[in-house]
């Protein structure tokens, strides 16, 4: 565990982890991600874990943006989860099962379905938005406030270019 109290800038010594060196991944994003991805997406399960949304993603996801976008499609949320219709539908049943969101056909298109926010599933939707902001606080505490909105610009910008890939 030499490397918790290396910070980032310092290179006299190689990157290594549990005492191992990790190869090309050394120098991957990806293998970044996917370790970050993994111990927050852990805690988060934890810490939701009384709530309908917990272990899955998207699930917090959906039900944040149904709150926030009244009449949303399944659509436009697999969009965002960057998800296959079937795979968001599962997700959508999910909490329509749970009682935190109901479908509704679309005004504009009878065909469509619309998705709303019901009493419970708003509570929800703030419930989980006080734990994502104590996670933030907790996890990220320790990158400096002047580097938070370069890197939260440099995550939107993977976001969005990744969202371009797949399209």
């Given at each position: 565990m030499s490397n918790e109290t290396k910070t980032f800038d310092q290179k006299d010594e190689p990157f290594t982890v549990a005492g191992l060196r990790i190869?090309?991944?050394?120098?991957?994003?990806s293998w970044y991600i996917r370790s970050i991805d993994a111990v927050v997406s852990r805690d988060l399960d934890q810490r939701t874990a009384h709530l309908d949304v917990a272990?899955?993603?998207?699930?917090?996801?959906?039900?944040?943006?149904?709150d926030g976008n009244p009449g949303i499609r399944p659509s436009q949320i697999a969009e965002v989860l960057l998800r296959d219709r079937p795979a968001t539908g599962r997700i959508i049943d999910h909490l329509v099962k749970?009682?935190?969101?109901?479908?509704?056909?679309d005004a504009d298109d009878q065909r469509a379905q619309a998705l709303y926010i019901t009493e419970k599933g708003s509570a929800l939707a703030q419930e989980v938005r006080e734990i994502i902001r104590a996670?933030?606080?907790d996890f990220f505490d320790f990158i400096p406030s002047?580097?938070?909105?370069e890197f939260m610009r440099v995550l939107?910008?993977?976001?969005i270019n990744m969202r371009n890939k797949l399209e």
């Open positions: 190869d090309v991944l050394d120098e991957a994003f272990k899955g993603k998207g699930k917090i996801t959906t039900i944040l943006l149904v749970a009682g935190d969101i109901r479908r509704e056909a996670q933030e606080n002047e580097d938070r909105e939107k910008r993977a976001y």
